[in-house]
Every structure is written in C-alpha cells, then in structure tokens.
C-alpha cells in the first residue's frame, strides 16, 4: 500500500505547546489504544540535514512507526522499516525536545543523528515492538538526556554509540532519569537493558534509578567500546 505519512522537516521546526494545552500528533481515537502501541500507524517527524533547529516542547507523539517507502530519508531507512517518531540530522544544528511525551513506537522513539541535544524532563513509554531504544544517539551528537522517565523500553531507555561516521565525536551526559521496566522485549540473547554506552562513545552518568530492567547500566565490551577514559559514572 501507500507510504503512511510524515512531517518531512527541511528547515526549522517548533512545536510549543503548554502543560494544560498540549500538542497532540497521533492517530483517530479508536487506532490509539494500547493494543494497537507497536503496529506504527505514521511516519514521525524527519528532520533532515538542512534543518538548523528543531524544537518540540509540551508535544505528545503517539503511535508511530509506519514503514518506509522507497522515496523515505535514504540512509536512515530502507524501504519497509519502521520509522521513529523523531529523527534529527545536522551537525551544525540545534534539537531540544522537552516537557513531552511519546508513546507507542514500533522501533526507536527518537533518534539523533547530528547536534546539539537536550533531551529533558520527558516521558516515553510502551515504544519498541521486539528491540530499539527510547532515545537512541549516534556519532556528530554532543548534549544532555535528563530527568527523565522511561517505561517499558524494548531494549534501552538511552544508547549512545559513536557509530555514523561523524568527525563529532558522541558525548552525552545521562543524568537523574528513571528507568522502569526496560529490556524484556528484545529478542536477541544478551541485549536488552536500560543505559547501554558502546562504539567510542563518552559521556558522565550520574544519578539514574534502575527499577526493575533486564540490565543496569551497560558499557560494552570488545569490539563496540565506548571512550572508557573520557566516560565517567556513580550513584545509578
């Protein structure tokens, strides 16, 4: 059938609701239901590399997923994959994403790719289907995921690799966030967690509670090690 639709983002973009008026992108009524969290009903918001800024604050996000077509963001997705709910992909630019919520993914919730980042004071709940991670940062990334909760991860509430081949080196700071109940939907023997730092990637973690996940905080070993000297954590 056809491509399920997207916000394709070439320039900048801001979604500024409130605490009592939030914006609500998702699905009709009767699609949006907690059976229906992993079957992907749209395509997310895709911001690609011409993008200097994306702002999301107040947002609720629900149901996404849709796979992708053969004219979808080429490198992020081949034809059939699921999309993420928000992708972000310019070095050189700015993504805040605050005071949100988003719910109901197929795969990743939000993935960057490129940018300075803050990731705060979010919820994201019922997102992967049989792996992904609620936030899922790339090489070229350098900023902040904080207080924030995760629920009910597939893999991860937050993996950082430094994998993409950018001359940025992926240097996030994990700190005060939540992390309930991660990890147990993902099929593949030894994955599955809650914070998981591979591939080169550094950061400070520092102050996160761990409740009930598959694994706790996971730096990994062998081939996909992280920047062990420049990566610093305590009190998870």
Known sequence: GATPPEI???????????????VVLTVPANLATIENYDRGYWGGIQAFETSPELTIKWTKI???????????YVGVYEDGDPRYAVVYNNVNGNVVIEDSYISGTSDDAVRFLGGKCSFSRNIVEMQGSTGGECVNIKSGVIGVIAYNLFIGAATNGAKTSNSGGSTVQCNVDIYNNTFVNCGYRRTKAGRGGSINIEAGARGQIYNN??????????????????DTANTKYGNN
């Not at 394709?8 to 939030?22: A, S, V, Y």
């Not at 629900?62 to 979808?72: D, K, L």
């Not at 509670?209 to 996909?224: A, E, K, M, P, Q």
């Open 8 to 22: 394709t983002e070439l320039g900048t973009f801001t979604r500024l609701g409130t605490k009592d008026k939030p």
């Open 62 to 72: 629900t149901h996404v997923g849709g796979p992708a077509g053969p004219n979808s």
């Open 209 to 226: 509670l761990i409740v009930n996940c598959r694994y706790g905080l996971r730096l990994v070993s062998g081939s996909d090690l992280p």
